[in-house]
């Protein structure tokens, strides 16, 4: 069965550091893109960027450029999100998504099932 | 980056009777050289990532209810409920993944209710 699960959730201070994970299993994890989608309490769904664990080509929404990292370690098959300096404003709920399909642009299924960051002091 | 509008931003529709969402976006998102829309349906219930439903439009994901359609090209989209039952209440989604870099925006999404 192809899953991808992602880390728990996380409750931090403003200006924090914080690294999210999103593990893929039952499929080539290399061979196939994973995004990246945050989700405001009450909101709608934000593409943040996206990354090919493959060689680590990655390319983010302007909205997030310089705002977060994604990566991903192919030898663990997982892809994280991480922020030097959370702010309150990063509340939300995170979710990684795979394409549907290698190696063009296609949908995305699975999903994760999300990773609820809360940022308050 | 390609604008994706969905109207209506909300509806309630009485259970049996039909449910039209609809998605506009800022260009075209039907790729000339294969002849594809590229173009996504999601469903979001509380509590729950999102589900795709419709893929290239009109392409009804495996396990998907036949009550679910998709049609559209080009920059107008609808994602058609034939005859909506109480399950179906959730936040749908259009989402296009045309643009190159690979920036998959998505609509606003719209909420579906039981009239």
């Known amino acids: 069965e192809v899953q991808l699960v992602q880390s728990g959730a996380e409750v931090k201070k403003p200006g924090e550091s914080l690294k999210i994970s999103c593990k893929g299993s039952?499929?080539?994890?290399?061979?196939?893109?994973i995004g990246w989608v945050r989700q405001m309490p009450g909101k709608g769904l934000e593409w943040m960027g996206i990354?090919?664990?493959?060689?680590?080509?990655?390319r983010y929404s302007p909205s997030f450029q310089g705002q977060v990292t994604i990566s991903a370690d192919k030898s663990i098959s997982t892809a994280y999100l991480q922020w030097s300096s959370l702010k309150a404003s990063d509340t939300a709920m995170y979710y990684c998504?795979?394409?549907?399909?290698?190696?063009?642009?296609?949908?995305?299924?699975?999903w994760g099932q999300g990773t609820l960051v809360t940022v308050s002091s | 980056d390609i604008v994706m509008t969905q109207s209506p931003d909300s509806l309630a529709v009485s259970l049996g009777e039909r449910a039209t969402i609809n998605c506009k976006s800022s260009?075209?998102?039907?790729?000339?050289?294969?002849?594809?829309?590229?173009l996504a349906w999601y469903q979001q219930k509380p509590g729950q990532p999102p589900k795709l439903l419709i893929y290239?439009?009109?392409t009804r994901e495996s396990g998907v209810p036949d009550r679910f359609s998709g049609s559209g090209s080009g920059t107008d989209f609808t994602l058609t409920i034939s005859s909506l039952q109480a399950e179906d209440v959730a936040v749908y989604y259009c989402?296009?993944?045309?643009?190159?870099?690979?920036?998959?925006?998505f609509g606003q999404g719209t909420k579906l209710e039981i009239k």
């Open positions: 998504a795979r394409h549907l399909s290698p190696p063009g642009a296609s949908p995305f299924d699975p």
């Open positions: 039952g499929y080539s994890f290399t061979s196939y893109w």
């Open positions: 990354i090919y664990p493959g060689d680590s080509d990655t």
């Open positions: 260009q075209s998102v039907l790729y000339s050289s294969n002849n594809k829309n590229y």
């Open positions: 290239w439009a009109s």
């Open positions: 989402q296009q993944y045309y643009s190159t870099p690979r920036m998959y925006t």
